[in-house]
């Protein structure tokens, strides 16, 4: 507390003696009182939180990830730049979450209690493994595609196109990013923080799933523009000539140009 409160206070005297003569005999108490107040706070929010957690895990862990996950994906969407926040996009990504968190509750005790270090990769390497390498192609995935799919109005024909297109490169960086942070959960964090902690660790991860395959509003402009494309192959040379683009290729083909076209007229 000590370091803290002095950080904030050097940094409160070198900004205000920009402007005017600081006596830090009046300034200096006012400043530990007020980092101190805002430690004592977050101490005292954090507790509770862990008192919640004891008193109804399951809950405050799917809360937890539903919670993290709407903020990811808000993130993402506001990144994303398309327009107003996508209210159901959102819920799909609330619900998915609190649904695999409840998996998770299930699920880590069983890892826990069967990968015990019996191999040379060791306990937390193993549980990793099994988690990213059974439970997230067979369960985690599906599960994503169903809920994000139906909830922003997907049927299962186009949920399952959609999770083909993308499965691949989203489990490459899927295995990139959680499995060095599920090795850091099991070997070091506690038990009962272990999903907390992923849930924080998934509010990066949410970003970057929503970015890359949250919206299926997107995979629908896709799939239109392909519609359109394939019905009207034979009109494309005729109608847009090579043109030169100075910022990326010397030359762009005219079907690269035509499907720049109905991609703006599908968005209208």
Not at 112 to 126: D, H, M, N, R, W
Not at 179 to 199: C, H
Not at 219 to 231: G, Q
Request: charged letters at 20%; aromatic letters at 12%.
């Amino acid at each position: 507390m000590k370091p803290l409160s002095g950080c904030v206070t050097a940094l409160v005297i070198f900004r205000a003696s920009s402007f005017s003569v600081v006596d830090p005999s009046i300034h200096v108490p006012l400043i530990e009182a007020s980092s101190s107040h805002l430690i004592a706070s977050s101490t005292a929010v954090f507790d509770r939180y862990l008192t919640t957690l004891a008193n109804h895990p399951l809950q405050t862990k799917m809360a937890t990830g539903a919670c993290l996950a709407t903020v990811g994906d808000f993130v993402a969407q506001r990144k994303d730049g398309d327009g107003d926040w996508d209210a159901p996009r959102g819920a799909s990504f609330a619900a998915f979450d609190a649904t695999y968190r409840a998996a998770q509750h299930v699920a880590f005790p069983l890892i826990v209690a069967t990968c015990k270090g019996q191999s040379f990769l060791g306990a937390a390497i193993e549980r990793s493994l099994a988690s990213q390498l059974i439970i997230v192609p067979f369960f985690y995935y599906p599960v994503f595609f169903l809920f994000t799919g139906i909830m922003q109005g997907l049927d299962m024909a186009e949920s399952f196109d959609r999770a083909k297109q993308t499965f691949v490169p989203l489990m490459k960086r899927n295995l990139l990013f959680w499995v060095p942070v599920q090795y850091i959960q099991f070997n070091y964090i506690e038990t009962d923080l272990q999903i907390p902690f992923l849930s924080c660790a998934g509010l990066a991860w949410t970003i970057i799933l929503s970015a890359f395959a949250g919206s299926a509003k997107r995979y629908s402009e896709t799939k239109e523009v392909s519609a359109i494309l394939d019905s009207n192959k034979e009109t494309v040379c005729q109608n847009f000539p090579i043109i030169t683009d100075e910022v990326s290729s010397p030359f762009v083909d005219r079907e690269q140009v035509y499907k720049k076209e109905v991609r703006e007229l599908v968005s209208k």
